[in-house]
């Protein structure tokens, strides 16, 4: 395969994202702006100018309209994904980590690092008549995160729960309605989890966690499924829409990517099997860590975007559908 | 038919902008070739020609629609199609399928069967310690004495030197000094002038060969076979340092043009280091 090189960022990836179709592939780093790809070709349909600092994470909404970024300018902003205005752009105590859009896409959370003497805290927002007075208006929810920050997040079936995964390990389901925990994984993973993402159907969700492996949990009960074990911290996980097969990026701590080569850095995409969570192939390409994966919904085709500030876009050939696990 | 016909003059003249012909597009089935001049860094004119082959898809509404959104941002003034600047196709890259048995080799970086013991006899190549050894004092023992006579010579030297504590360059190392004393002085001197060079030597050359060669001649001190750090192989040369000056001459004498193992040997006086 030749994968598309995308390379609109002068600073390493921090998330990227498909939208439903997978038409368009969403990027973000830490440079302040955000970009929008189509996936087929690698076209850039524009850049969301706004941002005052590296820009953490994205989401988009399953109509392709709203888009969510947080950031380390103490912002949270909505986007018009068309024509790349603010819609609405929300002032935070502390840096946004996470930011997601419910199901739905008639609510959406985000989180804020703890940092600056502020606790770190979730908040839910209603964004079905999103516009600049969203500002003012105050949360839907607040939740304090007294124990560990969050470090990832994905909201539950029916926009009812929000699973949060935490600096220490930890993985919570919060009832949005309550505002309370109702699951609490324990330590199934003994350091922060830097990624997590949902199977297609929501049933079953893939950690990627920095102490070297990969779980998958189930998403009602937080029961660990299964490991996928490395030798490196795992900096993002995603589940295959049509196989069973997981792939997982990451390598060293970026500080130490200049003080080792590309070949001892393990900058590999590596492919695991959901089930038997062996490994069964390996993706070379980047030249360092690899931040952010994704699958394209389709199945045939995913991105992934690492600390060497580009995205590749890797459409799989043959040998990857024929290949039967032994 | 009333073509008019452009002179090459007149197409040399026609202004362009900026010194460049137009980009042309032109289609061909389903291919679209692009057609670019620009200056390239050294200020040359170069020309681009694009190919490129046109997919139809079939999309769903939304997406179609989609595709028909203007750029804005930082790539608001870009052409349609994917930009040069931000979007290239990178060198031709392979997934590595890997089966289990293969990462099971990779995972388990030889383990030693615990049973195996790791003691190495320097003297018979038996697993037990050289103390062990069945053959200890006898002539299997002395043999390899000598083998490495060479090595112990080098240790002594060390402790010498480690006695006083500082520092002594080589050449000053082993009595070779002249303040030691004429006796020691001369006895490094005597050695020295008792050394013979053996080249032309074949590459399957053994220490044991070189004993087997030069024992017969007369008694010696010290075997130097110089071999490749890499491979073991004989460098195609040798030392011998004799006991007697008289028996280096005669092995001059012997083994200069002698044929061995269909080479021609070369011996000479063992020249000293300049």
Redesign the interface.
């Given at each position: 395969m030749r994968p598309l090189m995308l390379q609109g960022h002068e600073r390493s990836i921090t998330q990227i994202k498909y939208n439903r179709e997978g038409d368009l592939l969403f990027s973000c780093s830490k440079d302040q702006k955000p970009n929008v790809w189509y996936s087929l070709n690698g076209e850039r349909l524009g850049t969301y100018d706004g941002h005052q600092g590296a820009v953490w994470c994205l989401d988009v909404d399953w109509e392709s309209r709203k888009l969510i970024t947080g950031a380390g300018d103490m912002t949270t902003k909505l986007w018009d994904v068309e024509y790349g205005t603010i819609i609405a752009s929300i002032p935070t105590k502390s840096s946004v980590r996470t930011s997601n859009f419910s199901f739905s896409g008639n609510q959406a959370a985000y989180s804020t690092d703890k940092a600056m003497g502020q606790n770190c805290e979730l908040f839910i927002i209603d964004v079905r008549n999103a516009d600049s007075s969203l500002a003012e208006q105050t949360p839907t929810l607040r939740i304090p995160m007294t124990e560990s920050k969050i470090t990832s997040m994905q909201w539950g079936p029916l926009d009812e729960t929000i699973i949060t995964g935490h600096d220490n390990g930890n993985i919570a389901i919060w009832d949005v309605r309550k505002g309370q925990k109702v699951v609490d994984s324990g330590s199934d993973h003994a350091a922060g989890i830097n990624d997590m993402q949902l199977s297609k159907d929501g049933t079953m969700f893939v950690t990627a966690s920095r102490d070297t492996t990969a779980k998958l949990f189930d998403s009602e009960s937080l029961m660990c499924l299964k490991t996928y074990k490395t030798e490196r911290p795992v900096n993002s996980a995603a589940i295959s829409p049509i196989l069973d097969h997981v792939v997982l990026g990451g390598g060293q701590d970026a500080m130490e990517v200049t003080t080792t080569s590309t070949k001892a850095g393990k900058f590999d995409s590596r492919f695991f099997h959901l089930i038997y969570e062996e490994e069964f192939a390996r993706l070379k390409g980047h030249f360092g860590p690899i931040n952010s994966l994704a699958f394209h919904p389709d199945g045939k085709s995913y991105a992934s975007g690492g600390e060497d500030g580009f995205v590749r876009v890797q459409t799989f050939d043959s040998t990857y559908f024929e290949n039967i696990f032994e | 038919m009333n073509l008019m016909k452009t002179s090459w003059a007149d197409e040399v003249a026609a202004d362009y902008v900026d010194g460049l012909p137009p980009t042309k597009v032109h289609t061909d089935g389903n291919f679209k070739y692009v057609t670019e001049y620009k200056f390239n860094e050294e200020g040359k004119k170069v020309k681009v020609v694009r190919t490129y082959k046109i997919q139809k898809?079939t999309?769903?509404k939304?997406?179609a629609h989609?595709?028909n959104?203007l750029?804005?941002?930082?790539?608001?003034g870009?052409k349609?199609?994917?930009?040069s600047?931000?979007?290239?196709?990178?060198?031709?890259?392979?997934?590595?399928?890997?089966?289990?048995k293969e990462?099971e080799q990779a995972h388990e970086p030889q383990m030693e069967e615990p049973g195996k013991k790791i003691a190495k006899c320097r003297i018979c190549n038996g697993e037990h310690w050289s103390v062990n050894c069945p053959y200890k004092g006898t002539a299997m023992d002395s043999k390899t004495l000598m083998e490495s006579k060479a090595t112990a010579a080098a240790a002594a030297a060390v402790s010498d030197t480690s006695k006083t504590g500082k520092y002594v360059p080589p050449f000053l190392k082993a009595g070779g000094c002249a303040n030691n004393g004429s006796a020691v002085g001369g006895k490094a001197w005597d050695r020295d002038r008792s050394a013979v060079r053996i080249s032309n030597l074949p590459e399957s050359m053994t220490e044991a060969d070189l004993e087997e060669l030069v024992k017969n001649i007369g008694p010696h001190n010290k075997l130097f076979l110089a071999r490749e750090k890499n491979t073991g192989l004989c460098k195609g040369f040798a030392f011998v340092n004799f006991k007697f000056r008289h028996d280096a001459a005669a092995a001059i004498e012997i083994l200069n043009g002698h044929g061995y193992d269909h080479l021609i040997l070369s011996v000479e006086w063992s020249k000293p280091q300049s």
């Open positions: - | 898809q999309v769903p939304v997406v989609r595709r959104w750029k804005f941002g930082d790539s608001i870009d349609p199609g994917p930009s600047q931000t979007t290239m196709v990178s060198e031709e890259v392979h997934m590595v399928f890997l089966s289990s990462l």
